[in-house]
């Protein structure tokens, strides 16, 4: 690493300084508030506010709703990982041998990702729709009735499905980046010794992209877990019988809905602490276990 | 954004023309060609007179705009004039600080005010114990009955008769079913607001202590009761036999595509989506009923109760603000703005004076059912358990019944068991209220 002398103390503090205000003001500030009110019980005009420790947590933890929550925020977080990086894979290998069409390819299976969330979550909304929805009409037709305002399973594939969408587009750029730093001589000799395509791709390149394959891994799980409050807004509301309500967006219902903030704030720093803990896996473990 | 844009640059404007002036913030829940009809209520008050000027601003749903309202008055940021609808009306009364009732203001203004002049429905909704007015009815409605006349009579039923029990509703349902009339008989629009709220309310049945919550902050629910148990089982039960479809969760957003597709002949929803049913249903005739009852219980049919919301002064304002907003108020009041604010809208005319209005012109001849609801909700003098209802965090006790409601038509919960749920739910959040505010 490139080392710099700086011979006045107060510069380096000054170049520092933006980025510091800024973590101050939109991370570190906020976060402390959340800390300091999840330990409140306060009324929604903030009249009267009561100090009542750990009440607040102990109330979620009694809550059987909550700990759903958790339930499905991991059955949510892993299908969206699973599908959105399966797809993804899938898709890179294919273009990675295209030679000529490959640009095309690229461009078009990265639109996805310049959709709002929001919008995103609308249309497939619009689709899956029990009443006017194109797919759960054709779905009824094959004899199926989709019905994910009171089907739980039907809402929870909805959201996955919503969810996974968006992340393909991402964790397929990845994927290629990937694919096409693997030397193709390798491959090669593998296929001069007898090595078929199915035993060349789990010999050779899966290996050689578990560097991109973990990175993707962390990122995915953050975004499904954190990144998805528009998807299911705009789609399941967390409904039915709060089947859909990941921690995410529980924190969101609970506090700007139900006005309960102390409880809101509780569960915001439980969700501070998974992300702490993400970090702290990905920098601990996962980026000096894998060699880029 | 256009909107408020413009709003913005007309502030600006004549802030700089006339800035003698005096400027009255008004935060409102009312999108589309509702709150059309709100700027121009504003913009003909401000005509009719120079001293103030009401700018009205969209804050988004209900919801939101309770919040922005609360986050504002947090930040000393709040508005004069802030629209809350009816289940927030628990989380402003305990907010004693904050809000101004507008029983004292119209007497500090020394401005004519008389609650007597509203309907008594309207009235029992938002007055304390001892009788006063908190805030200002402004948008208020309530849920009617709408059907289809072509399916009836395609299905062999009387185009002029609506079901008038629940008996007959579900008669009338299988018929339509049956007859291949139509492929479903009954949707609903708000399960909380119309079946589980007005239909105790309109069979003149408790649904919780203290009066259904007006007596005190610390209530139960008794949402579990045989009656209750029994519609929501019937429901369960037609939905399984196709005769009622599921509208969805809160305002219940697919039930009118249900309707106006003729897919669901008959249709529960809130009088103020007439307008809508009128412009949509086209391809057949509408017609109105009031809500259905149980024929074996005693007291049925009572009266409905209101929906939609009020006008509420938030304390904190300069005190020239607050001779404008009394202002504002009794031209609100009058029985001609009532009415413009009323007939194209199908909200209810609220004051007495209103009503008639609407009366001697001929509105109610013109528009077959307009009069229905006001027939409905005045039907009886309101009693203790048909005045309405008032629990603290009732904003989400509401997504408690949608979400066990949920559970039972998904199979998972038998109708007692979704509504001791929803009871138990509930009462945990009224005791968490009770206990924020005390």
């Known amino acids: 690493m490139k080392r710099t002398l700086f011979r006045n103390q107060l510069l380096p503090w ?25 330990f409140l019980r306060q009324d929604a005009f903030g009249f009267r506010t009561t100090f009542v420790g750990f009440d607040n947590f102990s109330a979620l933890w009694a809550d059987p709703l909550y700990l759903a929550s958790f339930k499905v925020t991991l059955v949510f977080s892993v299908a969206v990982t699973a599908l959105s990086m399966g797809v993804a894979l899938v898709l890179a290998v294919s273009v990675d041998r295209l030679i000529k069409a490959g640009t095309t390819y690229t461009t078009l299976i990265v639109w996805p990702y310049a959709v709002a969330p ?98 993707l891994l962390v990122v995915n799980i953050v975004y499904a877990m954190f990144d998805t409050f528009p998807v299911v807004d705009a789609t399941t509301e967390g409904g039915p019988a709060q089947a859909t309500s990941i921690l995410v967006y529980k924190v969101y219902n609970d506090g700007f809905i139900g006005l309960n903030l102390g409880s809101s704030a509780a569960q915001s720093v439980i969700l501070m602490g998974i992300v702490i803990f993400l ?9 000096r276990r894998v060699n880029y | 954004m256009t909107r408020y844009l413009m709003s913005v640059a007309a502030f600006a404007l004549s802030a700089g023309a006339v800035s003698a002036q005096t400027q009255i913030q008004w935060w409102h829940a009312m999108g589309g060609e509702l709150g059309q009809r709100l700027e121009q209520v504003a913009a003909d008050f401000n005509a009719s007179q120079s001293d103030y000027k009401v700018v009205p601003t969209f804050k988004g749903t209900y919801p939101e705009t309770l919040t922005a309202g609360i986050a504002a ?55 304390d114990t001892a009788g006063n007015m908190l805030s200002m009815p402004f948008n208020s409605s309530t849920p009617i009955l709408y059907y289809n006349k072509d399916v009836f009579e395609k299905a062999g039923l009387d185009r002029n008769t609506p079901p008038k029990t629940w008996e007959e509703v579900e008669a009338f349902s299988r018929q339509i079913v049956s007859s291949g009339a139509a492929p479903c008989g009954l949707t609903s629009a708000w399960i909380s607001w119309v079946q589980t709220e007005n239909f105790s309310a309109w069979h003149n049945t408790s649904i919780g202590t203290n009066e259904n919550g007006f007596g005190a902050i610390d209530s139960q629910l008794s949402y579990n009761n045989p009656l209750v148990v029994r519609h929501w089982e019937n429901l369960k039960k037609w939905q399984d036999e196709g005769l009622f479809q599921y509208g969805g969760p809160v305002g219940g957003n697919d039930a009118p595509p249900k309707f106006y597709a003729q897919e669901c002949a008959i249709y529960m929803n809130s009088s103020a989506a007439r307008a809508a049913v009128v412009n949509n249903a ?28 009020t006008l509420w002064v938030l304390q904190g304002r300069p005190a020239a603000e607050y001779a404008g907003v009394a202002k504002f108020f009794s031209f609100l009041s009058r029985p001609d703005v009532q009415a413009g604010w009323a007939e194209p809208t199908g909200y209810l005319p609220i004051t007495q004076a209103a009503y008639e209005y609407s009366q001697n012109n001929g509105f109610y001849a013109a528009n077959p059912g307009a009069e229905l609801p006001i027939q409905q909700i005045t039907l009886n003098p309101p009693t203790a358990n048909s005045k309405g209802l008032r629990f603290g965090n009732y904003v989400q006790i509401r997504t408690v019944i949608d979400e066990e409601f949920q559970a039972l038509l998904g199979g998972s919960k038998t109708a007692q068991q979704a509504l001791d749920a929803v009871v138990a739910r509930g009462n945990a959040l009224i005791a968490e209220f009770a206990a924020a505010n005390q």
Request: net charge negative; glycine share 8%.
């Open chain 1, 14 to 38: 000054l170049l520092l300084a933006p980025q510091l205000a800024v973590t101050t003001v939109f991370f570190l500030w906020p976060a402390g508030q959340a800390l300091y009110q999840s």
């Open chain 1, 118 to 215: 929001a919008i995103a979550g609308i249309l497939w909304w619009f689709m899956f729709n029990p009443t006017v929805g194109i797919l759960s009409y054709v779905m009824k037709g094959l004899g199926y009735n989709w019905n994910h305002q009171l089907n739980a399973g039907n809402a929870m594939t909805l959201i996955v499905i919503a969810a996974a969408w968006k992340q393909v587009s991402y964790n397929f750029l990845f994927f290629v980046a990937g694919l096409q730093s693997i030397p193709a001589s390798l491959r090669e000799a593998a296929a001069i010794d007898g090595a078929g395509p199915v035993k060349r791709f789990f010999t050779i390149t899966l290996p050689l992209l578990a560097p991109t394959t973990f990175f």
């Open chain 1, 279 to 287: 970090t702290v896996v990905q920098f601990r473990f996962i980026d």
């Open chain 2, 73 to 127: 008055f947090r930040a000393r940021e709040q508005p004069a004039i802030i629209q809350v609808f009816e289940v927030g009306t628990g989380t402003m009364m305990a907010a004693e600080g904050a809000v101004y009732p507008v029983y004292q203001l119209m007497a500090d203004q020394g401005e004519p005010f008389d609650p007597n002049a509203f309907l008594p429905s309207v009235v029992g909704y938002y007055t």
């Open chain 2, 282 to 309: 086209t391809a057949f005739e509408v017609g109105y009923g009031m809500l259905p009852y149980y024929s074996d219980v005693q007291g049925a049919p009572q009266n409905s109760i209101i929906g939609g919301a």
